[in-house]
C-alpha cells in the first residue's frame, strides 16, 4: 500500500513537500514515481527514482523546480515542490515499479499505484 501526503492550497511561487509512505511490502528495491492528473486531463509523469536514489528522472515541465528523493530505511519517497504554479494544479499519485530503473511514461504505467494528494496552486 502507498499512502501519499503533504498536499494543500499554496500560493504560486510556494513550496509544498509531498510524502509517500510504503506499507505491506519493503520497496527498497523497487523504482519509485510520482504522477499527477488536472481535472478533464490524463494522467502525466511528473518523476520518478530508481532503487538506490542514484538516478532521478523528471518531465520537462517541472525540471529545475521539482525534487525526488526517497528514504528506503523508512520505506518513503519524496516529491520537493518549489516554485509552484497554477498550471501544477492537480491531483499527484505516488507509484511503485518492480523495475528498479523504471523511469518514466517510456516503461509504460507502474505496477502499483498509490490514493492520490491534491496539490492546489492559487495564482
Known amino acids: 500500500q502507498l499512502q501519499a501526503s503533504g498536499g494543500g492550497l499554496v500560493q504560486a511561487g510556494g513550496s509544498l513537500r509531498l510524502s509517500c509512505a510504503a506499507s505491506?511490502?519493503?520497496?527498497?528495491?523497487?523504482?519509485m514515481g510520482w504522477f499527477r492528473q488536472a481535472p478533464g486531463q490524463e494522467r502525466e509523469f511528473v518523476a520518478a527514482?530508481?532503487?538506490?536514489?542514484?538516478?532521478?528522472y523528471y518531465a520537462d515541465s517541472v525540471k529545475g523546480r521539482f525534487t525526488i528523493s526517497r528514504d528506503n530505511a523508512k520505506n518513503t519517497v519524496y516529491l520537493q515542490m518549489n516554485s509552484l504554479k497554477a498550471e501544477d494544479t492537480a491531483v499527484y499519485y505516488c507509484?511503485?515499479?518492480?523495475?528498479?530503473?523504471?523511469?518514466?511514461?517510456?516503461?509504460?504505467?507502474?505496477?502499483?499505484w498509490g490514493q492520490g494528494t491534491q496539490v492546489t496552486v492559487s495564482s
Open positions: 505491506g511490502r519493503t520497496f527498497s528495491s523497487y523504482a
Open positions: 507509484a511503485a515499479d518492480r523495475r528498479p530503473s523504471y523511469s518514466g511514461p517510456s516503461y509504460g504505467a507502474p505496477d502499483y
Open positions: 527514482i530508481n532503487w538506490s536514489g542514484g538516478n532521478t
